[in-house]
């Protein structure tokens, strides 16, 4: 079995690499294992993206790229693709089936990373959480924590006082850094409690979290802090487990590529936050894969 393009994952990448490889005139199937939208889907209120003067909503902004796609003919399977390999040409394996390509182009985003300190994966989903759009509804009313200093952690905390009586805000140094227009609106909101200079010990609770162990970075001082859920936005990783070792990657392990979004192994491009960059943001994610995509397509009329 033989697909002109297949594209591994459906973030804003993946749906924009495959409206353009449709619209170019190839078959293009896009292969996601969860959200459609990926993390964009998750959040709640994208207000940068352009032409939404007034904001969007990730899963409104992700469906309406894939009807987008599928105008096209792009097809979306819900599916996981397990490996991506070149042997006489680009394949993948996807429920233990190989299927090969023409031209492949891998846009599978990033996890959020885990601080892994003790409660943490005990309380996953009993008031642990990675994503305040899923989970902030549930503790309307109530006290919750999150954790990090970066754009994602101050944008959260923010969307969480929507729901939240008290949210309390952890960071390990005196400073955030996230843009200057969130760390003041952070400041601003009332409903936001600072707990700077502070790092996370542990996870407390019973059946369900109770709060946070917090040791100062200044004094060592150590303290509990009550919250009935707890929100960790601390880092990043790439999601390559599918990717052997031919493919080049950074210190971090993202995809390295060229400016045509082409990465060391023939016929496979890398389009989005997978890539190694410098900005990983939704209008970046799709400018990429119009890249991946037109590339994908010269590189096929070359080589088809």
Sequence with gaps: MEQEVIVVGGGPAGLTA?????????????????????????TDIIDNYPGFAEGVNGMELGEKMKQHAERFGAKIVASEVERVWRDGGPKVLVKGETIAAGAVIVATGWSPMRLGVPGEEEFTGKGVSYCATCDGPLYRGRTVAVIGGGDSALQE?????????????????????????????????????????????????????????????????????????????????????MLG?????????????????????????????????TLRQVVTAAGDGACAAMSAYEYLETHG
């Design 157 to 241: 905390a923010i969307f969480l006082t929507k729901f939240a009586e008290r949210v309390k805000l952890v960071h390990r140094r005196d400073e955030f850094r996230a843009a200057p227009f969130l760390r003041q609106a952070v400041r601003d909101n009332d409903r936001i409690e600072l707990h700077l200079s502070k790092t996370v010990v542990a996870v407390k609770g019973g059946d369900m979290v109770e709060g946070l162990e917090l040791e100062s970075k200044k004094t060592g001082a150590r303290e509990f802090v009550e919250a009935e859920g707890v929100f960790f936005y601390v880092g990043i990783i790439p999601n390559t487990g």
């Design 245 to 277: 070792p031919e493919f080049d990657k950074d210190e971090k392990g993202f995809i390295v590529t060229d400016d045509a979004c082409r990465t060391s192994v023939e016929g496979v491009f890398a389009a989005g936050d997978v890539r190694s960059k």
């Design 18 to 42: 495959a409206l353009y490889a449709s619209r170019s005139g190839l078959s293009a199937t896009v292969y996601e294992k969860g959200y459609v939208g990926g993390l964009a889907a998750t």
